[in-house]
């Protein structure tokens, strides 16, 4: 089953921290909450509108690119920096380390997948669509596709699919391009049983 989110269903929030705001897509178990009880996925769009701490989720995988402005350098201690210059370059960092954030040339916009690295794992990728393709998802796997540019047939731009089954992405319309985000979580079934 494909359900389809819209931007009307999203949640927008104080980061967890405090330090900015977040627009949450999406977040398994629906009922979770990222200041309560442990999550095992979430996926949302941030705005960093200066530089600062990011909150930390321990136990937690982070996925990130950039999506609009003149950058951010991630700076993450003894693990380095990690650059997000060009956008829709998805980069991993853990949720444990501590991390700071320094904007290149103004605000940013950037989305982020975090999953529980306990029960789950997850990868983040960017396809340019010219004509229909089908999304592979596997057993115990949910795939998530937020629209990033163009349209697909049954998602506008800024709509999220979920569907935990292979799925067709079609661009709309007559020689149409999209571009979207495809998040894959891979759940590990024993620990999520013995949740």
Known sequence: MVRRLTPDGYRRMPWRNGGGTTTEITIAPEDASVAGTRFLYRVSIADVAADGPFSRFEGYERHIMLLAGGGMTLDCGEHGRIELRAPY???????????SGALLAGAVRDFNVIVDRAAASATLEVLALEAAVTIPCDHGTVCIVYVLEGGLAGA????????DAALQLVPRGNGGAARVAIARIVVNTASSAAR
């Open 89 to 99: 370059e998805p980069r991993t960092f853990s949720g444990d380390w501590e991390v």
């Open 156 to 163: 506008d731009c800024g709509d999220t699919l979920v569907t």
